[in-house]
């Protein structure tokens, strides 16, 4: 499994009224061919702005991706090209889907239009063998009838047909990256499996890479191969989807599993939850940003930000916690918490 | 159903129905036969994808809807035939709060006004115990003082949800619907608000109605849940029984597909697939509303709907195989 977008150095801005909004404070990370990686944390923690950083879609202004960041994709670095290279970038080597399947989708195009016209600019076939093709797609995002929905609007396609149309114009061109930000936020349960499973056989199939932005750890655990957690514009702990189940180290990462009721767990208990709401990004704080609402947090925590420690080849974390001078805490999660 | 003699009962409801006509003759059932009962001091849970009827069902309840036909009763009365003064008294017991933070707030009122609508509007409190009560309940769902003049646009989506609940209790209600109010919140402020809620519900003996589509929430924070599908009620049992032995092919699927925060489990777990979506509720087929999508569909349950019976003590489906 080679490399095949290497983050390095991120970090991006918005210029506001308030002042300089920084959104994502310097993050670097690798996706490899064929893998899932996802990324988590709530919502403001940077995540979907990294998402658009990689196929440069911050506005600029307000937006502002800072000097020496490099998104290098094969090597190549996307914040270094043209626009001419960008076009053929966007929907043919790299694809996203968004969270709202009716916002992103042209409500007065019909479907199987709107998924020819990025087969007919990256591919270059007329718009006859497109609009087949098109049907094709439809027909491998599960869709019964292709050719009779290729003919219909959005708002004749319900929540989770619209969020299928939208993998079907994203995996048209055989994209190397596909990035899902939040693909069944707005989807029940049931199509939410339906979705999930759609996107892990279709990896199977063409290989595609995949970046996964959700907020939701529970939909995380059956399909990411890897996963990073991010708080305030940094990345705080990655690891393989196992050892950041199995072994969290971060106490962040241990409320998100623990603000999860399990289905297994007695009723109407104390939920565990993370108290506070996550720091002003106009202004954070030299220190950890978790510091405030971190019940293991030292005076250290609140001074500087811990350097990031490596727990295994793929497994790293940034806590003072892991100092060998820190003080020992077990993981409430092994302390009976999600029992 | 569900003859229910314990003396505890808050509210009754006996087939109720709730059609909307959308034009050219057609109708939408979105409530169709629903009968259950809540208990004072208990939290039933509502849970169903979208679309089910669940939030049309908390709303005809309230009485915001006027029902097809069936009825209410809440402590004797059915509330469907109240007028004037005496549906006025029945708002002050029953209060509701929003799934959506940001569009169920007045964007031109401050907190303090939003929070004491209900006490202005029942003469309960003026001048300055008006804004002690304010002061009070603001205490109570963990905002601060201050809070109370300024204006919604100025907090995060939990806070919002706190003001949406201090404004629900601040009339000393008993018996509030929670409609979905957390699905539009992170994971972590999720946990805050039903925390929240459990505790305000042992401070002063509240009596939930708690629709949600999260089953894992839903199971959490409830007592007894009822399971919908296209306006039917498909199962209804405490929710201990439901999880642990759900009887109905639906409720079945929905509990399998809720994803569990564990890769190994993840790994072994066997997906009872749905096939398709929820068929649309306008002029629905006869027989029983899942039978489309149920693998264990025989010839009957496409033509007859299914009795509400009790199967085992206290747990009632809807279902031709029982």
């Given at each position: 499994?080679?490399?095949?977008?290497?983050?390095?150095?991120?970090?991006?801005?918005?210029?506001?009224?308030?002042?300089?909004?920084?959104?994502?404070?310097?993050?670097?990370?690798?996706?490899?061919?064929?893998?899932?990686?996802?990324?988590?944390?709530?919502?403001?923690?940077?995540?979907?702005?990294?998402?658009?950083?990689?196929?440069?879609?911050i506005q600029t202004p307000p937006g502002e991706i800072k000097q020496g960041s490099e998104i290098l994709f094969n090597g190549k670095d996307i914040l270094k090209?043209?626009?001419?290279?960008?076009?053929?970038?966007?929907?043919?080597?790299?694809?996203?889907?968004?969270?709202?399947?009716?916002?992103?989708?042209?409500?007065?195009?019909?479907?199987?239009?709107?998924?020819?016209?990025?087969?007919?600019?990256?591919?270059?076939?007329?718009?006859?063998?497109?609009?087949?093709?098109?049907?094709?797609?439809?027909?491998?995002?599960?869709?019964?009838?292709?050719?009779?929905?290729?003919?219909?609007?959005?708002?004749?396609?319900?929540?989770?047909?619209?969020?299928?149309?939208?993998?079907?114009?994203?995996?048209?061109?055989?994209?190397?990256?596909?990035?899902?930000?939040?693909?069944?936020?707005?989807?029940?349960?049931?199509?939410?499996?339906?979705?999930?499973?759609?996107?892990?056989?279709?990896?199977?199939?063409?290989?595609?890479?995949?970046?996964?932005?959700?907020?939701?750890?529970?939909?995380?655990?059956?399909?990411?191969?890897?996963?990073?957690?991010?708080?305030?514009?940094?990345?705080?702990?990655?690891?393989?989807?196992?050892?950041?189940?199995?072994?969290?180290?971060?106490?962040?990462?241990?409320?998100?599993?623990?603000?999860?009721?399990?289905?297994?767990?007695?009723?109407?208990?104390?939920?565990?939850?993370?108290?506070?709401?996550?720091?002003?990004?106009?202004?954070?704080?030299?220190?950890?940003?978790?510091?405030?609402?971190?019940?293991?947090?030292?005076?250290?925590?609140?001074?500087?930000?811990?350097?990031?420690?490596?727990?295994?080849?793929?497994h790293s974390v940034s806590c003072w916690l892991q100092h060998p001078m820190a003080p020992k805490v077990k993981s409430p999660l092994n302390a009976g918490g999600?029992? | 159903?569900?003859?229910?003699?314990?003396?505890?009962?808050?509210?009754?409801?006996?087939?109720?129905?709730?059609?909307?006509?959308?034009?050219?003759?057609?109708?939408?059932?979105?409530?169709?036969?629903?009968?259950?009962?809540?208990?004072?001091?208990?939290?039933?849970?509502?849970?169903?994808?979208?679309?089910?009827?669940?939030?049309?069902?908390?709303?005809?309840?309230?009485?915001?809807?006027?029902?097809?036909?069936?009825?209410?009763?809440?402590?004797?009365?059915?509330?469907?035939g109240l007028k004037g003064k005496a549906k006025k008294d029945f708002t002050k017991k029953a209060q509701i709060i929003f799934q959506d933070p940001y569009a169920?707030?007045?964007?031109?009122?401050?907190?303090?006004?939003?929070?004491?609508?209900?006490?202005?509007?029942?003469?309960?409190?003026?001048?300055?115990?008006?804004?002690?009560?304010?002061?009070?309940?603001?205490?109570?769902?963990?905002?601060?003082?201050?809070?109370?003049?300024?204006?919604?646009?100025?907090?995060?989506?939990?806070?919002?949800?706190?003001?949406?609940?201090?404004?629900?209790?601040?009339?000393?209600?008993?018996?509030?619907?929670?409609?979905?109010?957390?699905?539009?919140?992170?994971?972590?402020?999720?946990?805050?608000?039903?925390?929240?809620?459990?505790?305000?519900?042992?401070?002063?003996?509240?009596?939930?109605?708690?629709?949600?589509?999260?089953?894992?929430?839903?199971?959490?924070?409830?007592?007894?849940?009822?399971?919908?599908?296209?306006?039917?009620?498909?199962?209804?049992?405490?929710?201990?029984?439901?999880?642990?032995?759900?009887?109905?092919?639906?409720?079945?699927?929905?509990?399998?597909?809720?994803?569990?925060?564990?890769?190994?489990?993840?790994?072994?777990?066997?997906?009872?697939?749905?096939?398709?979506?929820?068929?649309?509720?306008?002029?629905?087929?006869?027989?029983?509303?899942?039978?489309?999508?149920?693998?264990?569909?025989?010839?009957?349950?496409?033509?007859?709907?299914?009795?509400?019976?009790?199967?085992?003590?206290?747990?009632?489906?809807?279902?031709?195989?029982?």
């Open positions: 499994m080679g490399k095949i977008l290497e983050v390095k150095k991120l970090k991006v801005s918005y210029h506001t009224y308030a002042g300089e909004v920084q959104s994502v404070r310097g993050i670097s990370f690798d996706l490899n061919e064929n893998e899932t990686l996802a990324v988590v944390g709530e919502s403001g923690c940077g995540k979907s702005v990294t998402a658009k950083s990689i196929m440069r879609l090209m043209q626009d001419e290279e960008l076009r053929k970038l966007r929907g043919g080597q790299i694809s996203m889907i968004f969270q709202d399947p009716m916002t992103s989708l042209n409500p007065t195009m019909k479907i199987g239009k709107q998924i020819a016209e990025s087969i007919m600019i990256h591919r270059g076939l007329n718009a006859k063998d497109a609009f087949a093709e098109a049907v094709k797609m439809l027909e491998t995002v599960n869709i019964p009838n292709s050719d009779k929905r290729a003919n219909q609007y959005p708002h004749q396609f319900s929540g989770g047909m619209r969020q299928r149309a939208m993998i079907a114009i994203a995996l048209a061109c055989d994209p190397k990256i596909l990035i899902a930000d939040e693909p069944t936020t707005a989807l029940d349960v049931t199509i939410q499996a339906q979705i999930m499973d759609l996107m892990k056989d279709l990896q199977d199939k063409l290989g595609t890479a995949i970046i996964l932005i959700t907020h939701d750890l529970g939909i995380v655990a059956s399909v990411a191969h890897r996963i990073q957690v991010m708080y305030s514009g940094l990345i705080i702990e990655r690891g393989k989807t196992e050892e950041i189940f199995k072994n969290p180290q971060h106490p962040y990462t241990w409320g998100l599993l623990l603000s999860v009721p399990r289905l297994d767990a007695v009723n109407k208990d104390v939920l565990y939850s993370l108290n506070g709401t996550p720091p002003d990004l106009l202004r954070p704080p030299v220190g950890c940003p978790f510091a405030a609402r971190c019940e293991y947090a030292m005076a250290i925590c609140n001074e500087s930000m811990p350097e990031e420690t490596k727990l295994s080849e793929t999600a029992e | 159903m569900p003859e229910d003699n314990s003396k505890d009962v808050l509210i009754e409801v006996k087939n109720l129905k709730k059609y909307f006509n959308v034009g050219a003759g057609a109708v939408l059932k979105a409530v169709d036969d629903v009968s259950f009962v809540i208990r004072k001091g208990e939290t039933l849970g509502l849970v169903g994808e979208s679309g089910c009827g669940k939030t049309t069902c908390g709303r005809t309840v309230l009485g915001l809807y006027g029902a097809t036909d069936g009825h209410v009763i809440y402590e004797g009365v059915d509330i469907q169920s707030l007045n964007p031109r009122m401050t907190v303090g006004d939003i929070i004491a609508e209900g006490i202005d509007i029942h003469g309960m409190y003026r001048g300055a115990a008006r804004t002690k009560k304010i002061y009070e309940m603001l205490d109570h769902v963990g905002l601060n003082r201050e809070h109370a003049s300024r204006f919604p646009h100025e907090f995060s989506g939990g806070q919002r949800q706190r003001i949406g609940i201090a404004r629900a209790l601040a009339i000393e209600p008993e018996f509030i619907v929670c409609d979905e109010p957390i699905s539009a919140l992170d994971v972590s402020i999720q946990a805050q608000i039903v925390n929240l809620l459990i505790k305000l519900q042992k401070e002063m003996g509240l009596t939930y109605l708690f629709i949600a589509h999260d089953l894992s929430m839903v199971k959490h924070i409830s007592d007894r849940v009822g399971v919908m599908y296209l306006g039917n009620m498909m199962e209804f049992a405490s929710s201990h029984d439901l999880y642990e032995k759900p009887l109905h092919p639906y409720t079945q699927a929905l509990l399998s597909a809720i994803p569990v925060p564990d890769p190994e489990i993840e790994k072994n777990r066997e997906r009872i697939k749905l096939e398709g979506e929820v068929p649309s509720p306008i002029n629905p087929k006869p027989g029983c509303r899942f039978s489309a999508r149920c693998k264990y569909a025989k010839p009957i349950c496409f033509q007859e709907r299914p009795q509400f019976k009790e199967v085992e003590k206290q747990h009632f489906v809807s279902c031709h195989l029982f």
